[in-house]
Nanobody
């Protein structure tokens, strides 16, 4: 499985960005996909998860109500719509996927596939 993110960039506070993560390869084995971010000098932080069917989503408290994770199953693509962006949202955003994460847990070891990251600067 390969994951490729896109959609990052520079945006003013209060603005919006929509990140995409396209999955290729044996995507039928994936049971959870998520987004993480890493700010300069800080640890990797979980942002949001979505299950394989796209029917359940989970969010970190810091982004709840501002970010929306969604999935286009036909395109094997997961999106992260980010609204009302704040300077503290700045960082490299990584898409991640797991093929053994049936409960769609947020812990990093639950994800065994990672994208290369896309920079978001607010």
């Amino acid at each position: 499985v390969q994951l490729v993110e896109s959609g990052g960039g520079l945006v003013q506070p209060g603005g919006s960005l929509n990140l995409s993560c396209a999955a290729t390869g044996k995507t039928n084995v994936l049971n959870c996909m998520g987004w993480f971010r890493q700010a300069p000098g800080k640890e990797l932080e979980w942002v949001a998860n979505i299950n394989s069917g796209g029917t359940s989503t989970w969010y970190a408290d810091s982004v709840k109500g501002r970010f929306t994770i969604s999935k286009d199953k036909a395109k094997d693509t997961v999106y992260l719509q980010m609204n009302s962006l704040k300077p503290e949202d700045t960082g490299v955003y990584y898409c991640a996927a797991g093929d053994r994460n049936q409960r769609c847990l947020k812990q990093i070891p639950e994800f065994n596939y990672w994208g290369q990251g896309t920079q978001v600067t607010v």
